[in-house]
């Protein structure tokens, strides 16, 4: 082992040309991927039927319950994010989203659930499952980057649960997104697409947790 | 810790994000103690704990703008040292789990320094060669010392000696030709004609 330079010595070379800097806010980073989510919402909501999308959630309650946990799921998840990768908080910030993404995998089993008991449930077409795959994986992406950028401010001491945080507030932001188009029907294949694109999203930002670090 | 010093470590942190040098030092100077009981609390081995000492201080200098001024500023510092020294004892395991312990490969293993018995095998080959080269004809002598001995590039003997590059290559072979037989050594295939 290579002997470690005197402490005095570092002090001295960290302290020279030392820079002021500008804290990071939490709650600021929050807002402000909040806001691009809205303006992904914003665009989506000018190219999609609106009225469609409102008589499909109100179909059924679980569908927009679905909708509305998914949403409260990214919203909690991307807190918990920024507050574990800030040191000195509670990594039981991490317990935040949690109670939200239960409540989003129940209302997923109960519209499961009343397909299942309907005679024409194995006609289901795969169609709408493979558009929420794909639409889920391709918002998620541009989302992730940019939560990726944000947690770059801060310095997550546990990388690797921060990623998975930020990769759920994507992709629960991304399937709410998605219901502009396309709202959950319960399907099997439409439950296996959500279930499947949201873990490989979630496992695609824990494969770069690496980058968080600075 | 009291109370009042950590008050004092939060000043000196928030005067060292508006980028105040001497405030820094003396932050960073008061956090070593702390850090170093940390890291020695983890179970960091004590020839370990300057490595991790200099690990926290270069991650409070990445992360000092993270830090809030109107928050307590020891959990902010212990939760970096913590998560540095249980770093350090990770690596030092996965570093353990690589490494075997052999004794006799390791007692086998030539150590790539020449030991005091091929030292003085060496000199006296070196000087028989010498002796050999001293007893040739002077033009091959001439080749031999520069050409073999020296070093010297064929350009740099021709200037200095005043003969052609040809006839040094000529003498320089018929040299090693007659060292060789003179000194018993048989020339492998193809390095008989490699003058």
Not at chain 1, 13 to 40: G, H, I, Q, Y
Not at chain 1, 175 to 180: G, K, R
Request: aromatic share 6%; hydrophobic share 50%.
């Amino acid at each position: 082992m290579s002997k470690p330079l005197p402490h005095d010595r570092l002090i001295a070379d960290l302290s020279r040309n030392l820079k002021p800097v500008r804290r990071v806010r939490p709650t600021r980073l929050v807002l402000l991927w909040l806001v691009v989510v809205a303006l992904f919402a914003d665009f989506f909501a000018i190219r999609a039927d609106l009225h469609v999308m409102m008589a499909h959630l109100m179909l059924q309650p679980y569908m927009w319950l679905a909708a509305i946990s998914s949403a409260l799921t990214a919203l909690l998840a991307v807190i918990a994010a920024f507050m574990t990768g800030m040191p000195g908080r509670s990594p039981r910030w991490a317990l935040l989203p949690l109670p939200a993404l239960a409540w989003w995998i129940f209302e997923g089993g109960m519209g499961f659930a009343h397909i299942w008991r309907l005679p024409a449930f194995q006609d289901a077409s795969m169609l709408g499952a493979e558009y929420s795959f794909g639409f889920i994986l391709l918002v998620s992406l541009p989302l992730s980057a940019l939560l990726a950028l944000l947690l770059r401010r801060t310095y997550p001491l546990r990388p690797t649960l921060t990623a998975t945080l930020a990769g759920l507030a994507a992709a629960a932001a991304a399937a709410t997104l998605l219901n502009f188009f396309h709202a959950y029907d319960g399907s099997l294949a439409d439950l296996v697409a959500h279930a499947g694109s949201v873990v490989i999203v979630i496992a695609g930002n824990r494969l770069c947790a690496r980058w968080l670090i600075r | 810790m009291t109370a009042e010093s950590e008050r004092q470590l939060a000043g000196l942190m928030a005067a060292a994000q508006g980028g105040d040098a001497a405030s820094y030092q003396r932050l960073l100077k008061g956090c070593l103690p702390l850090v170093a009981a940390v890291a020695r609390r983890q179970g960091v081995p004590p020839d370990q704990v300057d490595d991790v000492v200099q690990e926290v201080l270069i991650a409070i200098h990445r992360a000092r703008a993270t830090y809030d001024p109107t928050r307590p500023f020891l959990p902010w510092l212990r939760a970096i040292a913590e998560r540095r020294a249980i770093d350090a004892l990770r690596r030092r395991g996965r570093q353990a789990g690589r490494e075997i312990f052999d004794p006799l490969t390791y007692e086998n293993h030539p150590d790539g320094e020449e030991t005091a018995e091929a030292g003085l095998d060496r000199e006296a080959r070196v000087a028989a060669l010498r002796a050999e080269i001293a007893s040739l004809p002077p033009g091959q002598r001439q080749a031999a010392e520069r050409l073999g001995l020296s070093g010297q590039t064929l350009e740099e003997a021709a200037a200095e000696t005043g003969r052609s590059k040809t006839a040094l290559k000529v003498n320089l072979h018929r040299a090693v030709k007659a060292l060789r037989a003179r000194m018993g050594v048989t020339p492998t295939d193809g390095e008989a004609d490699d003058v």
